[in-house]
């Protein structure tokens, strides 16, 4: 796992490809942001299990996780649904704990 926040050329850093509105191309290395965390990734895709358990969320089943899209949509990821990393505007990923309770 790499955490540095150094840009390298064969990494594609989906937040900064959102903010310059352009098409993440496909490559070798993604640079995705969970929650406060930055993880360098080696494929295009990966399930929202996937995800969580990269961010230490286990087991996966007690968290949700969300993908923050350029302009402030916020799209659930199911637990065996691949979030795309080439997709246009994807910035970040979010979750949250399923026993969270309000109050």
Not at 47 to 74: D, V, Y
Request: hydrophobic fraction near 30%; aromatic fraction near 6%; charged fraction near 35%.
């Amino acid at each position: 796992m790499m955490t540095d926040t150094s840009t390298r050329d064969d990494i594609v850093d989906l937040e900064q490809y959102a903010r310059e509105n352009r098409r993440p191309p496909k490559c070798d290395r993604y640079r995705i942001r969970i929650d406060r965390e930055h993880f360098v990734v080696l494929e295009p895709c990966l399930t929202g299990r996937q995800l969580l358990t990269l961010a230490g969320k286990c087991p996966s089943e007690k968290f949700k996780i969300f993908q923050k899209i350029r302009g402030g949509t916020i799209e659930p990821i199911e637990l065996d649904e691949k979030a795309d990393f080439t997709r246009p505007g994807v910035e970040r990923f979010v979750t949250l704990p399923l026993d969270q309770t309000e109050g």
